[in-house]
Nanobody, 124 residues
Framework: QVQLVESGGGLVQAGGSLRLSCAVSGRTSSTSVMAWFRQAPGKEREFVAVISWSGGVTSHADSVKGRFTISRDNAKNTVHLQMNSLKPEDTAVYYC?????????????????WGEGTQVTVSS
């Protein structure tokens, strides 16, 4: 069984920063690839960033590239999303997701484990 628990969300002004964390527990073989997704009101859940088991390979959505950075600390079983230069359009519930294997996917259907999400609100 895998459990993912997000934290670190909140209200921030445009231009500000937040650091999201995802606490991971359970079978490590099921969490080799970790990702962040987000879902704004009335919109579909969308890919934000993904990271390999070693942390050496990452990929970010074009909309956040250069502003957000995904990282992981396997010794502490955590995954982070550092979000800088936040914009009002970044407002959403942010979800941590996990899958086994090594392939990177941006589709929600490829991830078998999800957290409950953490709300990020960026005011203008």
């Amino acid at each position: 069984q895998v459990q993912l628990v997000e934290s670190g969300g909140g209200l921030v002004q445009a231009g500000g920063s937040l650091r999201l964390s995802c606490a991971v527990s359970g079978r490590t073989s099921s969490t080799s690839v970790m990702a962040w997704f987000r879902q704004a009101p009335g919109k579909e859940r969308e890919f934000v960033a993904v990271i390999s088991w070693s942390g050496g390979v990452t990929s970010h959505a074009d909309s956040v590239k250069g502003r957000f950075t995904i990282s992981r600390d396997n010794a502490k079983n955590t995954v982070h999303l550092q979000m800088n230069s936040l914009k009002p359009e970044d407002t959403a519930v942010y979800y941590c997701a996990a899958r086994s294997g090594s392939a990177f996917y941006t589709r929600t259907s490829e991830y078998g484990y999800w957290g409950e999400g953490t709300q990020v609100t960026v005011s203008s």
